[in-house]
């Protein structure tokens, strides 16, 4: 059983509720969407074919408890389920991101996902696939890649529709790096009083000349 894989790494853990932590990162090949704004182009297509003993191997000397899969978008690979079993069985604790157009039910409930809505700035908010905002669960995280003012009315429209019980500082605001200053966002949120959590990039922070590996 084999996965197409980019890159694995270990770095900081530059975003979600983890931000700050060392982090083993599993970069998978291929993605369905083509944001405007993506920084890992280099995804689409570029991999090479690593059985999931190799990967868990490999993770492994690493030495760190902490892995998050990734992409490209790391569902559109049927092996990522049981990737994900694999290393939760080995005793490390599991993210996956995942763009957010494709079903996240059959992921092992002790994996945290991360869920992104694509606004409309991205150019892909006709691939939100919206069934999985009824999964969330306090485990999971919810992200809003935000550009403009018109992509952060879009983001606070679909907060009502979140589960009760999901938790209102797990949803992640994160503007566009380059694009919308965090002080702007900043200020819609406090203006809005919204019950949401400023989210930014720290790798891009501590790396800014790096595109990869970081």
């Given at each position: 059983?084999?996965?197409?894989?980019n890159?694995?790494?270990h770095s900081?853990?530059?975003?979600s509720?983890?931000?700050?932590?060392?982090?083993?990162?599993?970069?998978?090949?291929?993605?369905?969407?083509?944001?405007?704004?993506?920084?890992?182009t280099?995804?689409?297509?570029?991999?090479?074919?690593f059985?999931?003993?190799?990967?868990?191997?490999?993770?492994?000397?690493?030495s760190?408890a902490l892995?998050?899969?990734t992409?490209?978008?790391p569902?559109l690979?049927d092996?990522?389920?049981?990737?994900i079993?694999?290393?939760?069985?080995?005793?490390?604790?599991?993210?996956?991101?995942?763009?957010?157009?494709?079903?996240?039910?059959?992921?092992?409930?002790?994996?945290?996902?991360?869920?992104?809505?694509?606004?409309?700035?991205?150019?892909?908010s006709?691939?939100n696939?919206m069934?999985?905002?009824?999964?969330?669960t306090?485990?999971?995280?919810?992200?809003?890649?935000?550009?403009d003012?018109?992509?952060?009315?879009?983001?606070?429209?679909?907060?009502?529709?979140?589960?009760?019980?999901?938790p209102?500082?797990?949803?992640?605001?994160?503007p566009?790096?380059?694009?919308?200053?965090?002080?702007t966002?900043?200020?819609?949120?406090l203006r809005?009083?919204?019950s949401?959590?400023?989210?930014?990039?720290?790798?891009?922070?501590?790396?800014p000349?790096e595109?990869?590996?970081?």
């Amino acid at each position: 059983m084999t996965l197409l894989v980019n890159e694995i790494f270990h770095s900081i853990q530059g975003e979600s509720l983890s931000a700050g932590r060392p982090c083993v990162f599993i970069r998978l090949t291929g993605c369905n969407l083509r944001c405007t704004y993506c920084d890992t182009t280099y995804a689409y297509d570029e991999g090479s074919a690593f059985s999931i003993e190799e990967i868990v191997a490999r993770v492994k000397s690493f030495s760190c408890a902490l892995v998050e899969i990734t992409g490209g978008e790391p569902l559109l690979q049927d092996e990522t389920s049981e990737l994900i079993c694999r290393l939760i069985a080995s005793g490390h604790e599991m993210l996956i991101e995942t763009n957010g157009s494709l079903d996240i039910s059959p992921l092992h409930p002790e994996c945290s996902r991360i869920l992104d809505i694509k606004c409309p700035s991205s150019g892909m908010s006709s691939k939100n696939r919206m069934e999985n905002l009824s999964q969330l669960t306090d485990r999971d995280q919810l992200k809003f890649i935000i550009g403009d003012a018109s992509d952060y009315d879009f983001a606070k429209k679909i907060l009502p529709a979140l589960p009760t019980a999901f938790p209102r500082d797990h949803v992640l605001f994160s503007p566009v790096f380059g694009i919308l200053p965090p002080a702007t966002l900043s200020g819609w949120i406090l203006r809005d009083r919204l019950s949401v959590r400023l989210h930014s990039q720290l790798h891009k922070i501590i790396w800014p000349d790096e595109e990869r590996g970081r």
